[in-house]
């Protein structure tokens, strides 16, 4: 997550987008960014979002 912002709400911002315009799914868009998804999900989940796999966007 190092080229990633640090800031949860731009973090949120810039991984909803990638999301919504570029990956089907939060495990795809790991995979390619070579991201841990949990270290993801737990660093926004601090700041209060959640991972919605049925609208693939965290809210």
Not at 33 to 46: K, R, V
């Amino acid at each position: 997550m190092n080229e990633l912002p640090k800031d949860p709400v731009m973090l949120l911002s810039v991984i909803n987008t990638k999301l919504r315009d570029q990956y089907p799914s939060l495990d795809a868009l790991c995979s390619d960014l070579g991201i841990d998804a949990g270290e993801l999900c737990s660093h926004l989940a601090e700041a209060g979002f959640e991972y919605m796999s049925q609208i693939n966007q965290f809210r």
